[in-house]
């Protein structure tokens, strides 16, 4: 059980947490030209970014944002170098742009499940070096590539819901679920609690995106927090019965340790292993599938070539950027692409604008999945996506079972909008038709 100071949710898109533990918020900067037009949430920017980086790239590539109140770093050399520097910038936070303190209803909801403490994306060694250890042993090359043959079928079984019908809302029907499901597989959690946790995982990113009102998000915290205490349940078992699976080697690794770790650091290790790969793997996955409805001669090729697949994903990720940005804290004073950041001082990475820097990416615009530089969607340095290896073996076995099960493929007519968060960038939605089976 939490006391209230030690709260901490994530919502609004933001990290909500105590008073007593806020970071420095700066107290007067200039306010350049890109920093006033900054509104990475709202539209134009959150339609199509590309536009205002390009400017903000070419003009002022670290401005200060009045939106977020803190640095915006936009070109690839810097997003990678602040990246790699563990030492002088801080991840606690990373997640999150701003703090608040929650509504006291939604607090006392969120005061019956275990305190979100900083664990792995979000933290600094020693915690964070311990997190990453369990959680990359856990997500073994041996035991995701054990797990390919699972994977493709429940993207066959995903697909088969929906072929005949010759349209589908791609997202929901596909994009979402086959990372959700797949992760309840990998983590060892039983098939038969599948449609209650993909439920849970729901009304868990919609309290931390923030979504809804107080009423809904109050609603929301409920299902999380008995989410909470499922995990606490499956923790409990694995602790007495280890079986080979990524739940076990977490669990037991983190009792091994020096000094091993409580349950609502398992709970948030846990948590963000769930979280990380579900948002993120469905943007992924849905701008691939766009960009094939979009050029039935790309399509083709895939269909044709599938060892062409992985290279398709690849530009996906760089030109969709499912994490479009991370946060990070000056730890000490710093001075990067001539502006000085001060301790204390926060900044966001941009690594939507990074994959898209000129000077490294010719016609950042076009997709072209020949390109050799490397993209930095999953990040860079001691942070870097744990779950990478997955999220490419899902894209790999996705374009696969698409190009083959769904001929035809385009995109009818429609407006594409994106899910608005701090972090996550993803279609909201997308209508997407094929050529259907003949009925026999
Ligand atoms: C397309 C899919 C994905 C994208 C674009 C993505 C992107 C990222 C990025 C940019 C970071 C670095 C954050 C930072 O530097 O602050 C990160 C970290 C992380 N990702 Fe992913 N990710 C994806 C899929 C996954 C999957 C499938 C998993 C696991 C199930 C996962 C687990 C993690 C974890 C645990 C971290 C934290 C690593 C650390 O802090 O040491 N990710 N991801």
Redesign the pocket.
Known sequence: MIRAKEAGVLAGGLRIISPMSSPDQPNSHPTPSCGALHQPLASPMLDDPRPFYSRAREEEPIFWSDALAMWVVTRYDDVQAV?RDAARFS?VN?ISPVSVVPPQPLLEVLMQGFPLLPS??DSDPPI?TRS?AL?TKA?SLRRIAAFEPILRELAERLIDRFVDKGQVEFVGAFAIPL?GNF?VDLLGLPRAHLEQVDAWISHSAAIFAGHGTLEELVEHARHFVTFQHYLADAVRERQANPRDDALSDIVTGAAALESPLGMAELINILL??LF??YE??A??ISAAAVELARDPELFAALRDDPSRCPAVIEEA?RTAS??HA?YRTAKEDVEIGGVTIRAGERLQLA?ISANHDEACFEAPERFDPERKTPHL???QG???????P??RLEGRIALEVITRRLPGLRLPEQRLAYFPSATARRLAAVELAWDPPAAS
Do not use: E, K, N
């Open positions: 990246a991840s990373s792995l994306v964070h990453r959680v997500l990372p992760i963000q292993a990380a790969g993120t793997t943007g992924m990720l499912p994490i991370m690594f969607a999953f990040g001691p942070h870097f996506c744990i779950g990478a997955l999220a």
